[in-house]
Each structure stands twice: as C-alpha cells, then as structure tokens.
C-alpha cells in the first residue's frame, strides 16, 4: 500500500474486533497506541480503526514481551518499520536478524537459571547449605542488588 492509498472502510478493525482477534485487552491496545507501537484512524465520531496491519505488530509486541525484550526495545524495533507501507517479509526479517544477539544472550541466560536454581544464586536468602560456600558471609550483597550470581540478562529491571 502506498502513502496515497487509504484502506477501505470495511477493511479497517474496530477496537472490539481487534481485541477478539488480537486476544489482548482494550487497555492494552490503547497503552500500546500512546506508547507509540501501533497506530489508529478516528472515525468521524471519533471511534478507533485499525489497519489489519496492526495484528501483526501486535503478534510482534506480544512474543517480544514473553521473551523479556522491553517496551523501548520493541518500540526501537518497530520504528525501523516504514510507516507508509505494510511491512514486508524482509522488514520482519531485518528485525529478526538485528535482534539474534539479544535473544541468544536471553536463552542462555534461561539456561543458565535452569541449572543453577537449586544452587546459590547470590541473593542473599543464605538458605542453601553451598550459600556458605559459594557466598560467605553474604559477599554478593556488595555488588548490589539481586541474585548477583545470575546472567545479568536475569536481572534487568
């Protein structure tokens, strides 16, 4: 679709219709719209309307979400994507590649949480008999808050 071309009315998503298909709450929608992540029309009683586009921002939104990436990533991400066409299989594509690190550095950091939960994670808790060993005298607590012992992708606020 080009700057020019605006999408029929019938096919543009009311609110109610995006939040069946989109599974996420009206809130959610309308925080996601002041954050910057998605975009509506008004119609001319000031109702929204949303290009079908949109699930797929939202689908994008969502998987970011469950994977720990925050919001000013994904709103970095997103920005990468023109605003004057739908976004094409190379755009999502270009996302995914520029994002590998970050979630090659996630999954390893859930591993490494996997392994290590029955073990000292340096919180501070001193509950676990190799906590006297691996975190004397609760040593972990100078380097601040936190499991210190974890991958620092676990402990991003």
Known sequence: ???????????????????????????????????GLITATRTAGGQRRYERA????LAFVRAARSVGLSLDEVREALAGLPASRTPTK????AIS????????????ALVALRDKLDSCIG????????????????????TGA???????ALRRP
């Open 54 to 57: 949109v699930l797929r921002r």
């Open 146 to 152: 936190g499991a210190a012992y974890l991958p620092s």
């Open 97 to 108: 590649r520029s994002w590998s690190r970050r979630l090659d550095e996630q999954i390893e």
């Open 123 to 142: 919180c501070g808790c001193l509950s676990l008999a190799r906590c006297r060993i691996s975190n004397a005298g609760d040593a972990a607590a100078k």
């Open 1 to 35: 679709m080009t700057s020019d071309a605006k999408p029929r009315a019938d096919q543009l998503l009311s609110i109610g219709e995006l939040v069946q298909r989109s599974g996420l709450a009206a809130s959610a929608l309308r925080f996601y719209e002041r954050e």
């Open 90 to 93: 190379a755009d999502w594509t």
